[in-house]
Every structure is written in structure tokens, then in C-alpha cells.
């Protein structure tokens, strides 16, 4: 384990050299670029499971509707077909189903229980409609079903759905709103170790000025160093976080939402942007803290 | 080179130095000596811009020292070697990379057999591995004289360089300087070593200036 952090905190060769070695602010930017990138892939995950939630409430519950038909025993029948009559003949009716007794007991074991006597229960009968891509026209079925089959109502699902798609593209929202603050925090932590290693080394900077030194080259050592270190942290957490997230049971197995936190086919390559993107915060936080306490020194 | 015209230094409210005015021609030798506190390092400070004058006009090169930029400040000392009493030395680098740092930061690799001559040159050819803590007081001195000469600067400032060193030691310092002048190369030496002024005076010409009361005066006949 020593030996592994001592080749991640292994001090450069070249230029950098002028800078002694770090352990501490080495070790702290280590730990806190994995951390984020860690928790970056999770935000990550999330805001692209949620993203998907939403695309699939909005795009397929968008094309399905319900008729729900409420009659007295006798008359159920007469109602059900001229339902079926009336969606024969309207237009962006793709398709539409009764639903069976059977489908109707799934539909309600998860309040009744599986030994529900469906036969001796007043239920209304439900036709499942699938709409055509060009989608139906609402309100004039709805009148239609009024004249032709009075205990019939028609839901299109907007009531509900409407909310729905509202939240999950909030969370998704969230997920990315995260990722920034993620980022934030990991920049305002470099600088901190930064400005740390900048104080630390104020004999040295004020020797390399004597010499000749520039600003944008004590910058740049220091700037290269926290970089790597950037680079190497986030890529360790990325990692690992990918790994966790292969780990949560499949979507498949359990069916909730949380299941469905991960990444499918391509969306597997989305993580692999956070340890550039971290080397990329770490290299600008470096660069602003040295500047900035460079330009107190002459 | 350096030109000083009624250069005053004040800092908190307080006036170090005053109305000073002095011009280093090149090749010329000069000794800076006063009491302790006198101000000699802040007028070396004011020489090498690491300290602004707070009235006057202070010229490097013919540069007017307040409209130069950082980088152009940090390019100049490239053409002024620089001797502190403390040498200044990064601890974590040999004394060989600690002589070749001015041309590291300048980004030109140094020649390896320049500068191997130049740590002969000042008898550490033997220490180049070392670290600097290891080195002794006179070591350390003449390795910052090396550092400071890497470039081949115009001018060369040396403050107290002799004040840790033994008799001898500062003699071969001393040698090292003269001769440095001799190669047509400007140096200022601040000291309130008399002893070693005289010695030199036996060397080279050498101008002897004496800060008293904050200010820079010619001192008297007896150096």
C-alpha cells in the first residue's frame, strides 16, 4: 500500500524538480480527486437514469391511453363493444385490448392480495388503447364515448404523467447540478492544497525569482504537479466508481428505480470524461492560486 | 548599468534610505559598507528590483526599474548574479542542479562541461552530488557564487558574502570576485569587513561607499 502511494505521489522529473516534494497537500489532492470523481460518477448515473425515466414516461406513456367502463352487470357487454366500435373508427387508434380477468388480479394484488374473488367484485372493464405516432384527437373521443357508451372514460394519462416527467427531468436536473458542484468543490479543495503547497514553499519561490524565474514557470511546476495528481485521483475514483455501479443489482432482477441507476451499452463510455475533466479543474485552480499568490511576490 | 538619481526607500512611514544617487559603470568594483542595519541589503534589494524605490528614479540597463513588468524584471536578474550571506539553496537538489538552476528556469539545458568547469573553477568539483546542508559555511558561499556567475552576468551583488567564513575562506572568496572583475564584470560587495576592503584595495581599483544616517556617501581615506 506504501509503495503504491508512494508511485502516485511520486514527485516529477524535469523542471517540477524545483519544487521539493508535498507528501501531505500530494495525498490530500489524491484523496479528494478521487473522492469527487467517485461521487461525479454517481451524479453521473443518476442523471442519466433519470433522463431515461423520463424519455420512456414521456415518450411511451405519451402513445398509451385507458377506457375505463363502469356499467351494471347487463349492460357491460353492449358498452364494451360499442367502445370497440367507436375506436375502430377513430382516427390514431393504433391498436386497443380488453383487459382480462387475469391482467385485472395482477393489476390489483399488489393492494388485495393474490386471492382476490375478481368474478364477485363489481371491477369496471379496462381497454388498454395504443395511439399512432401522430397521437389521437382526445376531446372528441371523449364525446364520442359520451353518446355512444355513457359509462365509458376515456385517460390519456396527462393527469399523471404530467408530474412525472416533471420530476424525473428535475432529478435529472439535480444529477447535473451535482456534477457542478462536484467539480466546484474539487476546485475549491485543489486551490486550498494548492495555495497550501504555494505557502509552504515561499523560500523556494522567492529563490527561483532570484534566479531568473518566472511567473508562468513556478506556475507550471507547480500547475503540472497538481494536475497529475488530479488526473491520477479522479481516474482511480472514476474506477472504482464504475465498479460500485456494476455492482448494484440489475434492473431486471428487481424492477425499481434505484435498479436502474447504471449505465447501459454506450453510456458506459460517459464516465470516462470525469478524470480529464478533473485534470482540467485541477490544472485551472493550480494555475489561478499560483498566479494569484505569485503576483505578492517580487 | 545601474543608475540610482535621489532614490529614497521608505517602508511602514519610515525612510530607510535617502536621497541616494550612484551609477555602476561596467567592469567597476565596489565595496558597500555601514553599520549593521544601515540599509546595505535593502540598497542591494533596490539594485536587483526585488524592492521598489519609494522616490527617485531607479534605471537597470537603461530600463526605468518601475515601468519594467514582472517578466521583464525576472529576465534582468538573468544579467545580475546574485550572492546572498544565507546563499538561498533548494535544499532538495544537489549542488550541481542548485548552480544550474538560473539556466533550468530559463529552460536552457546546461552545458554539462561548463558546468563541471565552473564547480572546479570554485573548488567544489567534488561536491556536485552533495545536498547543501551538507556542504560548510565556505562551500556554500562559493557555491552561491557559482550559481550566481552561470549565466555570465554583467553584475554581480554579493551581500556579506565573507560573513559566516573564516579568514582564509573569505580571502578565496574574495579571489574569486577580483577576478570575476578582472573579466570585465561589474561587482558591488556589501561588508563591514574592513579588513577584507583592504585587502581587496590591493587587488583592484575599488570604490568603497559607505551608508550612514540613510545615506550613500564616499568613505573616508583610511580604506
Not at chain 2, 18 to 37: E, Q
Amino acid at each position: 500500500m506504501r509503495a503504491t502511494l508512494s508511485i502516485l505521489t511520486a514527485e516529477t522529473t524535469g523542471p517540477d524538480r524545483v519544487v521539493p516534494p508535498t507528501g501531505f497537500t500530494a495525498r490530500l489532492t489524491l484523496f479528494t480527486a478521487a473522492a469527487m470523481a467517485f461521487l461525479a460518477v454517481f451524479a453521473l448515473a443518476l442523471s442519466l437514469a433519470t433522463g431515461r425515466l423520463a424519455d420512456r414516461w414521456a415518450d411511451s406513456l405519451a402513445r398509451s391511453a385507458t377506457i375505463r367502463i363502469s356499467a351494471p352487470p347487463e349492460q357491460m357487454e353492449a358498452q364494451v363493444a360499442a367502445v370497440q366500435e367507436v375506436l375502430k373508427t377513430t382516427p390514431g387508434v393504433e391498436s386497443s385490448r380488453v383487459l382480462g380477468d387475469e391482467e385485472m388480479k395482477g393489476l390489483l394484488k399488489p393492494w388485495f392480495g393474490p386471492d382476490l374473488p375478481v368474478d364477485a367484485l363489481p371491477l369496471p372493464k379496462l381497454i388498454a388503447v395504443t395511439e399512432t405516432a401522430d397521437g389521437l384527437d382526445a376531446e372528441g373521443l371523449r364525446l364520442r364515448l359520451q353518446a355512444e357508451a355513457p359509462g365509458a372514460i376515456f385517460d390519456d394519462h396527462t393527469r399523471w404523467r404530467r408530474p412525472l416527467v416533471a420530476a424525473a427531468e428535475r432529478l435529472r436536473m439535480l444529477g447535473l447540478m451535482s456534477l457542478v458542484l462536484i467539480f466546484g468543490a474539487m476546485a475549491g479543495m485543489i486551490t486550498l492544497a494548492a495555495q497550501a503547497a504555494l505557502a509552504a514553499n515561499g523560500q523556494v519561490i522567492a529563490t527561483l525569482r532570484l534566479v531568473g524565474a518566472k511567473d508562468a514557470f513556478i506556475a507550471r511546476a507547480f500547475v503540472r504537479r497538481f494536475t497529475t495528481r488530479g488526473l491520477i485521483g479522479a481516474v482511480a475514483g472514476t474506477v472504482l466508481g464504475m465498479v460500485a455501479i456494476a455492482l448494484l443489482p440489475s434492473a431486471e432482477a428487481a424492477g425499481g428505480f434505484l435498479t436502474g441507476l447504471g449505465f447501459s451499452g454506450l453510456s458506459w463510455l460517459w464516465p470516462l470524461i470525469i478524470p480529464p475533466i478533473a485534470a482540467i479543474v485541477a490544472f485551472a485552480a493550480t494555475r489561478f492560486a499560483a498566479l494569484r499568490m505569485l503576483r505578492r511576490i517580487r | 548599468m545601474i543608475e540610482l538619481q535621489n532614490v529614497a526607500m521608505s517602508y511602514s512611514g519610515a525612510e530607510l534610505l535617502s536621497d541616494m544617487s550612484l551609477r555602476l559603470a561596467p567592469g567597476s568594483f565596489h565595496f558597500l559598507t555601514g553599520p549593521s542595519g544601515a540599509g546595505k541589503t535593502t540598497f542591494l534589494k533596490l539594485c536587483y528590483a526585488e524592492l521598489l524605490p519609494s522616490a527617485g528614479h531607479l534605471s537597470l540597463f537603461g530600463k526605468d526599474v518601475r515601468a519594467m513588468s514582472r517578466d521583464e524584471i525576472a529576465g534582468l536578474r538573468q544579467r545580475i548574479g546574485v550572492v546572498h550571506q544565507d546563499c538561498q539553496f533548494l535544499d532538495h537538489l544537489s549542488v550541481e542542479e542548485n548552480v544550474a538552476l538560473p539556466m533550468t528556469v530559463s529552460s536552457r539545458a546546461p552545458d554539462m562541461d561548463q558546468l563541471r568547469e565552473l564547480l572546479n573553477w570554485v573548488g567544489l568539483k567534488h561536491q556536485a552530488n552533495a545536498r547543501p546542508p551538507q556542504l560548510s559555511g565556505g562551500e556554500r558561499q562559493r557555491a552561491a557564487l557559482a550559481r550566481a556567475v552561470i549565466m555570465s552576468p554583467d553584475v554581480i551583488l554579493a551581500d556579506e558574502p565573507t560573513g559566516n567564513l573564516d579568514w582564509e575562506m573569505s580571502l578565496r572568496l574574495l579571489s574569486l570576485l577580483v577576478e570575476l572583475n578582472k573579466m570585465g564584470k561589474t561587482v558591488v560587495i556589501a561588508t563591514h569587513d574592513l579588513n577584507l576592503i583592504r585587502q581587496a584595495k590591493a587587488q583592484v581599483s575599488a570604490r568603497v561607499l559607505r551608508i550612514a544616517n540613510r545615506h550613500l556617501q564616499a568613505a573616508g581615506a583610511d580604506l
